[in-house]
């Protein structure tokens, strides 16, 4: 029997349909997972009869989050922009040192080990010293949110602009190019993938940054709320602020990569599976 053949149409429609159903998939899964995660996790506390102090079911978490709506709300809120604050204070004084450093062997060779012992230091030990020299209040976490998403950011932005390849860098000197215009021309393109990269990194870190001095010093703020709660052991109020802490997170970082997806597109096409991938779409 000759083997048939499929037609070109029919294989396009396929593919096409293919990458639709992966579509559905990539939006529904990560619903499907956190769904099974909670619905694990609820099971297993009943199951094995778990005290609540010790590690409350989601239905309670979920009951905490009804009872304690407004204030959870409200030192949201502060923690959201506290964090804000200083993530976008890490953004622009992290944006502009990674150029220079990436842009000048001397300032790299001269900073990075600066850099590295900043970094090293833990933060929350630092959290004391700014209230000493700010006081209680929004003001040290919003220092600890940028000092803790500062460093990624430098790192990324650095590293981009630095690894141009030499032989480019030749040939625009060649047809005339200044450095400046190599540098926006090509280096900043070049850094952009590893700069929302470390946007990504350095969202998640900034919110353990303002947590962190939230603890410490705060009037207000989510950590605040989670040091009340566990001094009188409401062990649900101090999961509720976790998960209402990962959801903030989720969301900046959904930001990001969406800032990420319009602006270097270019840079993320290997990410697609070229057998879901229609002729000429």
Known sequence: MPLEVAHPKDRAAALI?????????Q?????????????????AVRGFDVPEFVLPAPSAIAASMVKWWQPILQNAWATLVTTAIGFALAIVFGLALGVAIGSSTLLYHGLYPLLIAFNSVPKVAVVPVLVIWFGAGAIPAIITAFLISFFPIVVNVATGIATVEPELRDVLRA?????????????????????????KIAITVAFVGSIIAETVASNDGIGKLMIVA???????????????????????????????????????????????QAPGG
């Open 17 to 25: 349909a293919a990458a639709r159903r992966r579509r559905v998939l």
């Open 230 to 276: 566990s001094s009188r052991f409401d062990v649900p109020l101090v999961f509720a602020g976790l998960i209402v802490t990962g959801v903030m997170g989720v969301l900046m970082y959904a930001v990001a990569a969406a800032i990420e997806i319009r602006t270097t597109g270019w840079a993320m096409r290997g990410q697609t599976d070229p057998m879901t």
């Open 175 to 199: 047809l005339g190019a200044r450095p400046i215009d190599i540098i926006r021309k090509v280096g900043l393109p070049r850094a952009m993938p590893y700069f929302f990269a470390s946007l």
């Open 27 to 43: 939006a529904w899964l990560p619903w499907i997972v956190v769904v099974a995660m909670f619905g694990f996790w609820e099971i």
